[in-house]
């Protein structure tokens, strides 16, 4: 019975995003390429992300948590991505955490992308259906970004 209720969920959602999500002609790889904030989602610790992508198609994470003491512990990640029709394909090239590791393959469904607002939902691996909500920032370069992921990486001996 859980099982056929999950289905049928499972199946809603899954019509709700292909009605929500943004038409192929809508994205480009121009459009996402800059660098991003994660808004706090007001679960658990506070926290906050910042993603660059870059032309040559590299996506980058620098994510911030704060502990209840407000130390801060960062985690890093360094991707290669691509976009196929509405779906954000992200490949994890380095990665400090066994949350996302090394190898592991993420598709996101793109539900709004344009000059201010990137939103999209993770459909694998399926960890939660919670939409990402992030916002542009201005005048930073996805390269800076990376850039410090890269030196990270580099200075714990890590090939990618």
Same mark, same amino acid.
């Given at each position: 019975? #859980?099982?056929?209720?999950?289905?049928?969920?499972?199946? +809603?959602?899954?019509?709700? =995003?292909?009605?929500?999500?943004?038409?192929?002609?809508?994205? $480009?790889?121009?459009?996402?390429?800059?660098?991003?904030? !994660?808004?706090?989602? $007001?679960?658990?610790?506070?926290?906050?992300?910042?993603?660059? =992508?870059?032309?040559?198609?590299?996506?980058? #994470?620098?994510?911030?948590?704060?502990?209840?003491?407000?130390?801060?512990?960062?985690?890093?990640? !360094?991707?290669?991505?691509?976009?196929?029709?509405?779906?954000?394909?992200?490949?994890? +090239?380095? $990665?400090?955490?066994?949350?996302?590791?090394?190898?592991?393959?993420?598709?996101?469904?793109?539900?709004?992308?344009? $000059?201010?607002?990137?939103?999209?939902?993770?459909?694998?691996?399926?960890?939660? !259906?919670?939409?990402?909500?992030?916002?542009?920032?201005?005048?930073?370069?996805?390269?800076?970004?990376?850039?410090?992921?890269?030196?990270?990486?580099?200075?714990?001996?890590?090939?990618?």
């Amino acid at each position: 019975m #859980i099982n056929k209720l999950l289905m049928a969920a499972a199946a +809603i959602l899954f019509f709700v =995003f292909a009605l929500l999500t943004v038409t192929p002609a809508e994205i $480009s790889t121009a459009k996402i390429v800059g660098v991003w904030s !994660l808004k706090y989602d $007001s679960h658990g610790r506070y926290w906050f992300d910042q993603i660059a =992508f870059t032309e040559d198609g590299q996506k980058c #994470i620098l994510s911030f948590e704060f502990n209840d003491a407000g130390e801060t512990q960062t985690t890093y990640w !360094l991707n290669n991505y691509r976009i196929e029709q509405d779906v954000l394909i992200t490949e994890v +090239i380095y $990665s400090t955490t066994e949350f996302l590791p090394k190898g592991t393959v993420i598709r996101d469904r793109l539900l709004k992308l344009d $000059s201010k607002v990137l939103a999209l939902v993770m459909v694998e691996p399926l960890f939660n !259906l919670q939409t990402e909500s992030h916002v542009r920032l201005s005048g930073v370069e996805p390269e800076a970004l990376c850039k410090v992921v890269q030196a990270y990486a580099d200075s714990h001996g890590e090939s990618y």
